[in-house]
């Protein structure tokens, strides 16, 4: 079975984390813009 997942570099995982924590966008509008599931940025 392989892996059906993405990885993603922790300089994109601070990058999404910095812009959902300053709060300019809602959550489902950063995961759509990056391609993320919300349950993702809130992580």
Do not use: C, D
Not at 13 to 34: D, S
């Amino acid at each position: 079975m392989s892996k059906t997942g993405r990885n993603h570099a922790p300089q994109f995982k601070a990058k999404v984390a910095l812009k959902a924590l300053a709060g300019e966008k809602t959550i489902h509008e950063i995961a759509a813009k990056h391609q993320v599931h919300p349950n993702q940025v809130t992580q």
